[in-house]
């Protein structure tokens, strides 16, 4: 009886879950997830306490690393996410445009546009899953418009909402909707080659920045391997932690400012 009624539980979540759709700002974790981070957390600790103080004191900032670790994680799953819903959210456009030009409704053009890109994206995409979800919501009478709008709500991407909008528009006029669809379409096309353009650029940017987040340590490394006397001084009295915390947290200042920097928000 516990079994079904744990099986019934989770069968009802999955159903709400469903029913409501991804809220884009929240990432669920799986437990491999939290083992990475806790591993990530632990190497990055170690390296710190290895190399700026070694004591035994300094394995508590294991807790700190975690946190930020933990965030930052997230908030990278999050984002790669919502490129994936907004870069498929271009195809999603033409093939509703290229539906509409052949005599298709409104609803009928979202579900040939659904059936095309599931086989051209596959099952696992995130804006297929999205439409599955329409293809349901629509099968007991949701309006099309409604369910574009929630899901501007759960992603918090402007296109899509000013794309609920045009919906919104078309339907209530009863005005030329390929020829609105048209406009879209040439719009939407500008604005997401233009942000494929500028993550492709971030990108090498954001690589570069990894490489010279690393360096430091590298480099502090090789000095304690190559001439361990060097860095003897600084480790077990008052003066070299202080030392070390202050170059420690220009370090971090620094990797703030550039994750600020190639921060890219939709």
Request: aromatic letters at 10%; one cysteine or more; charged letters at 20%.
């Amino acid at each position: 009886m516990r079994i079904r009624a744990g099986s019934q539980a989770k069968t009802g979540m999955a159903e709400e879950k469903e029913t409501k759709g991804i809220d884009y700002q929240i990432w669920e974790f799986t437990g491999r997830e939290y083992l990475e981070i806790a591993g990530i957390s632990l190497g990055i600790a170690a390296a710190v306490n290895l190399l700026c103080y070694r004591a035994w004191w300094a394995c508590i900032a294991v807790v700190p690393v975690g946190i930020v670790c933990f965030h930052t994680y997230r908030k990278n799953r999050i984002q790669r996410r919502k490129e994936e819903l907004y870069d498929s959210f271009r195809d999603l456009i033409a093939w509703m445009h290229t539906a509409l030009r052949s005599g298709y409704s409104m609803e009928n053009a979202v579900l040939e546009a659904a059936g095309q890109l599931e086989q051209s994206l596959g099952k696992e995409n995130i804006l297929v899953q999205e439409l599955r979800r329409m293809r349901h919501k629509m099968m007991i009478s949701v309006p099309v418009e409604q369910l574009f709008q929630d899901l501007a709500v759960r992603s918090r991407i402007d296109d899509i909402a000013t794309f609920a909008s045009v919906l919104v528009i078309a339907k209530r006029t009863g005005g030329n909707v390929c020829e609105i669809f048209q406009n879209t379409w040439d719009i939407f096309c500008t604005r997401i080659d233009t942000m494929r353009e500028i993550r492709a650029g971030v990108s090498s940017r954001r690589f570069e920045q990894n490489i010279m987040s690393v360096v430091p340590f590298g480099i502090l490394g090789y000095v304690q391997l190559s001439f361990p006397e060097f860095l003897s001084v600084m480790y077990g009295n008052v003066i070299g932690v202080f030392f070390m915390s202050g170059c420690l947290a220009v370090y971090l200042a620094a990797w703030v400012l550039g994750k600020k920097i190639l921060d890219i928000e939709f």
